[in-house]
C-alpha cells in the first residue's frame, strides 16, 4: 500500500513550458485534491475531485487543468509556466468529505525560470 | 469565504515544557477544525481534528480545544519533545461548503533542549 505517490519531486522548467504532475492513489479514495505551499502562506487549493469524472475550482485555479478519468489518478497540468507558479504542490485525498482526514503524497518543488 | 488566522508563527519552548497555538476562523458556518504537522522536507500529516459539536479532544500529549462563540481553537502540546519540532498549520472546513480547508499560515515550534 503506497498511499498518495506524486511524481515528479522536482522539476525545474522555463517560463511558458507546460508540464503535467502526476498523482496516484491506491487507497481507493474517491476524493482528491492539488494544494500549493509556499513560504508563510500555508497551504491553498488550486482544484479538487469527488469522484471519477468530477473536477472543481478551488482558491486559486487560474493557470492550472485537472482531469480525474479514474479513482486512482489527479493529474495537475501546468498550461504555460509562470515564474509565479514556483511552488512546492501536494496532492492529497480522503476517503472522508472533502478536507476531512487528507493523507498528501511526498511533494513536487517546482521552479520556473 | 472562510479565513482563518494563526499565531505565533514562530514559537520557541523548552523541552519538558508546553506549546500553545492558536487559530481564530471568520465564518461561523465552519464544523471541522484539523491540524496538521510538517517536519522540515516531509509532507503536513493529521495529528488531531475536532468538529463543532464537541469543546475539547485529546490525543495522548496533544489536545484541541474549540470555542466557537469566539471563533478560535487552539492546540496544546505537553511536556514537548525534540520530535515535537515542526511547522503546525491549522484548518477549517465550512459545513457544505465545497472548497475543501482553508489553511492558517503555520507555526514553527521550536524545542529548545
Known amino acids: 500500500n503506497a498511499g498518495v505517490t506524486q511524481t515528479p519531486k522536482f522539476q525545474v522548467l522555463k517560463t511558458g513550458q507546460s508540464m503535467t504532475l502526476q498523482c496516484a492513489q491506491d487507497m481507493n479514495h474517491e476524493y482528491m485534491s492539488w494544494y500549493r505551499q509556499d513560504p508563510g502562506m500555508g497551504l491553498r487549493l488550486i482544484h479538487y475531485s469527488v469522484g471519477a469524472g468530477i473536477t472543481d475550482q478551488g482558491e486559486v485555479p487560474n493557470g492550472y487543468n485537472v482531469s480525474r478519468s479514474t479513482t486512482e489518478d489527479f493529474p495537475l497540468r501546468l498550461l504555460s509556466a509562470a515564474p509565479s507558479q514556483t511552488s512546492v504542490y501536494f496532492c492529497?485525498?480522503?476517503?472522508?468529505?472533502?478536507?476531512?482526514?487528507?493523507?498528501f503524497g511526498s511533494g513536487t518543488q517546482l521552479s520556473v525560470l | 469565504g472562510e479565513n482563518v488566522e494563526q499565531h505565533p508563527s514562530t514559537l520557541s519552548v523548552q523541552e519538558g515544557d508546553s506549546a500553545v497555538i492558536k487559530c481564530t476562523y471568520s465564518d461561523s458556518a465552519s464544523n471541522y477544525f484539523p491540524w496538521y504537522k510538517q517536519e522540515l522536507g516531509k509532507r503536513p500529516q493529521l495529528i488531531i481534528d475536532?468538529?463543532?459539536?464537541?469543546g475539547e479532544k485529546k490525543d495522548q500529549r496533544i489536545a484541541v480545544t474549540l470555542n466557537k462563540t469566539a471563533k478560535h481553537f487552539s492546540l496544546h502540546i505537553t511536556e514537548t519533545q525534540p520530535e515535537d519540532s515542526a511547522v503546525y498549520f491549522c484548518?477549517?472546513?465550512?459545513?457544505?461548503?465545497?472548497?475543501?480547508?482553508?489553511f492558517g499560515k503555520g507555526t514553527h515550534l521550536i524545542i529548545q533542549p
Open positions: 475536532i468538529r463543532s459539536n464537541v
Open positions: 484548518a477549517a472546513r465550512v459545513r457544505g461548503g465545497a472548497d475543501g480547508l482553508t
Open positions: 492529497a485525498s480522503s476517503t472522508r468529505g472533502l478536507g476531512e482526514k487528507l493523507f
